[in-house]
């Protein structure tokens, strides 16, 4: 199950690629498939063949793209949030072996190609969820139990 949440900055994101996607690319693709069509055989011919699967590729993923704009919520910084571990922080971690992590807990659909980003639906972001600096965290995962400290929390890059 995927928390129907986002960053605005994540929002904005997905709204620019829908944008290229509809505007630029499926526009280009289309006019390469009709090229590709008008040479003859399609059954034989690459251009033909790769360039009408990316237009069936993208036009998924328009699909996906608005389908989740229209059901994501967007969760803007508070000020209230300040202090605690909530939707949007950036989270600096510790545990006993001296290993640091920092990230971003943010929504499902904005971790790809981040590697600086965690789902709020993640063990580690739901038992960060709520806590302060200096806190210990356990989180439970299927390699077992995890001990971390919060050393610091900041809702700006």
């Known amino acids: 199950m995927k928390t129907k949440l986002v960053t605005r900055e ?5 709204k ?5 996607l509809w505007r630029e ?3 280009e693709v289309t006019k390469k498939v009709t090229w590709a ?6 059954s034989e011919n690459a251009d033909y063949q790769y360039n009408k699967k990316r237009l069936r590729e993208i036009d998924r993923r328009v699909r996906y793209i608005t389908k989740s704009l229209e ?5 803007d910084y508070s000020p209230q949030q300040d202090g605690k571990v ?3 922080a950036w989270v600096e971690i510790e545990n006993d072996d001296g290993d640091i992590k920092r990230f971003r807990i943010v929504g499902y659909d904005e971790i790809f190609g981040r590697n600086d980003y965690i789902s709020i639906d993640s063990p580690m972001a739901r ?3 709520k806590k302060e ?6 989180v439970h995962t299927p390699a077992g139990e995890a001990l971390w400290y919060v050393n610091e929390i900041s809702y700006v890059g």
Do not use: H, T
Not at 16 to 20: G, I, P
Not at 133 to 138: Q, R, S, T
């Open 37 to 42: 069509a008008s040479l003859g055989d399609r």
């Open 16 to 20: 620019e690629e829908l944008d290229f």
């Open 127 to 129: 038992a960060l969820l």
């Open 133 to 138: 600096v200096g806190d210990a965290v356990i």
């Open 10 to 14: 994540g929002y904005n994101r997905l």
């Open 71 to 75: 059901a994501l919520r967007i969760v």
């Open 86 to 88: 909530f939707f949007g």
């Open 25 to 27: 690319e499926r526009p």
